[in-house]
T-cell receptor, first 118, second 115 residues
Framework: GAVVSQHPSWVICKSGTSVKIECRSLDFQATTMFWYRQFPKQSLMLMATSNEGSKATYEQGVEKDKFLINHASLTLSTLTVTSAHPEDSSFYIC??????????????FGPGTRLLVL | GENVEQHPSTLSVQEGDSAVIKCTYSDSASNYFPWYKQELGKRPQLIIDIRSNVGEKKDQRIAVTLNKTAKHFSLHITETQPEDSAVYFCAAKALHSGGYNKLIFGAGTRLAVHP
C-alpha cells in the first residue's frame, strides 16, 4: 500500500514553454502533498506544501507564479513550471501523506520527474 | 526555523561492518524523525522512523537512537551488505506556517558497502 505515482517520468522541453507534472496517490487519500526539487547529488529541497482544496504554501525563495500548484482532489496534485528556462532543469519529486499525526504523517514519495529545458 | 545537519557526507565500509550516520536538529519542538534511503535514480523510501517519546527503535539490522537533550539522532546499520549502498537522508519534522508540519531533510550520506 501507500503508492505514489508521478507523470511524466521525464520531459524535455524548449525554453519558454510550460510543463505540467502530475502526482497521484494510488491507494490512499492524501490530505497533503509536497513538491521537492533535487539537484544531482544533493538533498531534497521543499518547494511547496499542497493541501486539498486550498492554496499551496510556498517555501521562501520559491516563485509561486513560476511554479503553479493545484491540489484539486485527495489523490491528485499538479505542478506546472511556467515559462521554463534551462535553470529550471532538475529532478522534481512529490510526496504525499494521509494525515498529521502517528503513522498517517509518513510521507510517501513518487518516483520523480526529470525535467530538461533546452 | 528548523535546521538539520547530517554527517558524514560519504561513508565507505566493508561488507559485514557497521555503519553509523548522525544528524542534529535545531528545533526542540520537533517530535518526528524519519530516515529515508534513496538508491540511484529512484525515489526515497522510508526505512525507519522514531518519535520523541522513545529513545531507540530497531528493525532487524537497522536501528535509530534519539537524544532529545542534545538534539541529535543516529542511524545504525549492522552487518552491512552491498545492497545497503545508497544515499541516506535524515529528516526532522518542523511546524509550517499556517499550522501544518513539514519535513526538513539533511544533506544526505552516500554509503558504499564494498564486498
Amino acid at each position: 500500500g501507500a503508492v505514489v505515482s508521478q507523470h511524466p517520468s521525464w520531459v524535455i522541453c524548449k525554453s519558454g514553454t510550460s510543463v505540467k507534472i502530475e502526482c497521484r496517490s494510488l491507494d490512499f487519500q492524501a490530505t497533503t502533498m509536497f513538491w521537492y526539487r533535487q539537484f544531482p547529488k544533493q538533498s531534497l529541497m521543499l518547494m511547496a506544501t499542497s493541501n486539498e482544496g486550498s492554496k499551496a504554501t510556498y517555501e521562501q525563495g520559491v516563485e509561486k507564479d513560476k511554479f503553479l500548484i493545484n491540489h484539486a482532489s485527495l489523490t491528485l496534485s499538479t505542478l506546472t513550471v511556467t515559462s521554463a528556462h534551462p535553470e529550471d532543469s532538475s529532478f522534481y519529486i512529490c510526496s504525499a501523506r494521509m494525515g498529521l499525526a502517528g503513522t498517517q504523517e509518513t510521507q510517501y514519495f513518487g518516483p520523480g520527474t526529470r525535467l530538461l529545458v533546452l | 526555523g528548523e535546521n538539520v545537519e547530517q554527517h558524514p557526507s560519504t561513508l565507505s565500509v566493508q561488507e559485514g561492518d557497521s555503519a553509523v550516520i548522525k544528524c542534529t536538529y535545531s528545533d526542540s519542538a520537533s517530535n518526528y524523525f524519519p530516515w529515508y534511503k534513496q538508491e540511484l535514480g529512484k525515489r526515497p523510501q522510508l526505512i525507519i522512523d522514531i518519535r520523541s517519546n522513545v529513545g531507540e527503535k530497531k528493525d532487524q539490522r537497522i536501528a535509530v537512537t534519539l537524544n532529545k537533550t542534545a538534539k541529535h539522532f543516529s542511524l545504525h546499520i549492522t552487518e552491512t551488505q552491498p545492497e545497503d549502498s545508497a544515499v541516506y537522508f535524515c529528516a526532522a519534522k518542523a511546524l509550517h506556517s499556517g499550522g501544518y508540519n513539514k519535513l526538513i531533510f539533511g544533506a544526505g550520506t552516500r554509503l558504499a558497502v564494498h564486498p
